[in-house]
Nanobody, 123 residues
């Protein structure tokens, strides 16, 4: 069992940056591929970014490519999402999730989920 807790969300102006963190407990994250997803009001949850267990492979949604960076520190059991050049369309609750295999955007492969952190981007 893995427990995931996201932090770092908040209110930011368009063009600003935020860094989200996802801390794990219960088991080491080093054996899991990790992903970030988001869900805006009235919309389905969508993929944002993924990183392999070693950090050697990453994968991004086209909408965030070049603006967001996913990284991980297995020694700290933490995954990060650096978000730059934010725009109002990025407003959503952001979730981190863990998968037992390299799953990229396949949401059904992610077994463990955090509770989410709200990101609001004002225009």
């Amino acid at each position: 069992q893995v427990q995931l807790v996201e932090s770092g969300g908040g209110l930011v102006q368009a063009g600003g940056s935020l860094r989200l963190s996802c801390a794990a407990s219960g088991r080491t994250l080093s054996t899991y591929a990790m992903g970030w997803f988001r869900q805006a009001p009235g919309k389905e949850r969508e993929f944002v970014a993924a990183i392999s267990w070693s950090g050697g492979s990453t994968y991004y949604a086209d909408s965030v490519k070049g603006r967001f960076t996913i990284s991980r520190d297995n020694a700290k059991n933490t995954v990060y999402l650096q978000m730059n050049s934010l725009n109002p369309e990025d407003t959503a609750v952001y979730y981190c999730a863990a998968a037992s295999s390299w799953s990229q955007a396949l949401i059904y492969q992610y077994r463990y989920w955090g509770q989410g952190t709200q990101v609001t981007v004002s225009s």
